[in-house]
């Protein structure tokens, strides 16, 4: 069994959004890496996969859920959390038949980090 650091992708079009999550996460012993949009994350995968990808549900040119149905398509399986401002019922249960998590900005960030150790299969030892 591999002892590496997870690595969780930040896909945020708000870039202090996307600093804030950087900094929860790597004090939460996750390493990390942001990207600004979707289109920039997916040309950056080359053979090497985040274990997990928090998402933006609302971004210009590719949304969250583009942004994880191009990965399904493409066979690529990360767990998702797509994260919104937006309440939505609708938003809520297409997450949930696609596997992904929906959580609502403001993110509590244990709940964040609970959905991210429940993705990746990490559990800690108390």
Known sequence: MSTAIPYVAIVD???????????LLNASAFKSRTYSSALEFLDSLEGAFPECLVVDFQMPE????ELHDELVRAGVRIPTILITAHEDASCRERCRAAGA????????????????????????AN
């Open 101 to 124: 998590v929906f959580l609502r900005k403001p993110l509590d960030h244990a709940v964040l980090i609970s959905a991210i150790d429940r993705a990746i299969g990490r559990t800690h």
């Open 13 to 23: 079009d708000d870039a202090p959004v996307r600093k804030a999550l950087a900094r």
């Open 62 to 65: 590719m949304n969250g859920f």
